[in-house]
């Protein structure tokens, strides 16, 4: 279990990207965190596994808590923690296969690692991992030579091989074409599902959170201003994720209601529309 509890985070141009956010993710479910830019989604998220050190507040991973660890006990504690980055973070000159095998560097010693020598069983795995994100056959190419999607596979490959008590997902398809996006979003809640992984992910598309996510939580100006499940994202809650509108206890209708169907459809190509910079 992940538990983030009054999470805050003030960079040193003072702005204010967290402001006290707290949220637990468990077990299998994968947890979509949506919202503007500039509304802290991944400045959460690299905290967690402190790329970014948080101000104040606390995360624990089941019973560690990060937050205190030195550097030490923090690489060893990140082994636990998958991470799939927007911009790949792949090694572009290597092999997909060396790339894979990278999520294995924190188990091995330093001289190994040098010289990319891992054990046997960790390049079965890695083969195995391969072949189910759809790259089999694949490993000796360099990623140089790869499409997004491709590139993004290799990813959640180098993820996965670590073995994970969580899997962090910084916008996962932000540089994807729409069906490449559905591909690699079902992969990840696929791979959550069947190796009782939990997975956050910051995402931009809301039409995939939706249609993925077992839970969504929204962000707006470094608050959590909303969790629930899909259906409960209404036009009033995604008013409240993309633009603060408050929600009066008195709102017409019942805001724990799905919108209808046209209605949330023309909110959501509203809120695309926002985020494109069109409105």
């Known amino acids: 279990m992940l538990r983030v509890t009054d999470l805050r985070k003030t960079y040193p141009t003072g702005d204010e ?6 949220l637990s993710v468990e077990g299998s479910e994968t947890v979509a965190m949506i919202g503007p830019s500039g509304a802290g989604k991944s400045t959460f998220i690299r905290c967690i596994n402190r790329l970014t050190e948080p101000g104040d507040g606390e995360v624990h ?9 030195g550097d030490d006990a923090l690489r060893s504690a990140r082994r636990d923690i998958g991470m799939i ?4 973070n792949l090694v572009e000159r290597l092999t997909v ?4 095998l990278t999520g294995r560097l924190g188990y091995v010693s330093a001289w190994k690692a040098f010289r990319r020598s891992f ?3 960790d390049i079965e ?5 391969l072949e189910r994100v759809g790259l089999d056959g694949m490993e000796n190419k360099r990623v140089d030579e790869l499409s997004g999607g491709q590139r993004q596979r290799v990813g959640i490959a180098r993820a996965v091989i670590q073995q994970p008590k969580i899997l962090l997902v910084d916008e996962p398809t932000s540089s994807l074409d729409p069906e490449t996006s559905e ?5 990840l809640t696929d791979i959550a599902a069947e190796r009782e992984v939990p997975v956050l992910i910051n995402i931009h598309e809301v039409d995939l959170a939706m249609e993925h996510a077992d839970r969504i939580v929204g962000l707006h100006d470094g608050e959590l201003v909303f969790e629930g499940p899909p259906e409960a994202l209404d036009d009033r809650g995604l008013d409240q994720v993309y633009r603060g509108a408050e ?5 017409g209708g019942n805001a724990d209601a799905p919108a209808e169907a046209g209605e949330k459809e023309a909110v959501l190509a509203n809120v695309d529309r926002s985020l494109r910079g069109e409105t």
């Open 183 to 187: 591909t690699v979003m079902r992969l």
């Open 97 to 100: 296969m060396e790339n894979v």
């Open 85 to 88: 980055f927007q911009e790949y």
């Open 119 to 121: 054990p046997a069983e």
């Open 61 to 69: 991973l089941d019973d560690t808590e990060l937050t205190e660890l």
């Open 17 to 22: 990207a967290l402001k006290g956010v707290t």
């Open 125 to 129: 795995r890695a083969y195995e991992i």
């Open 247 to 251: 929600v009066p206890d008195n709102a």
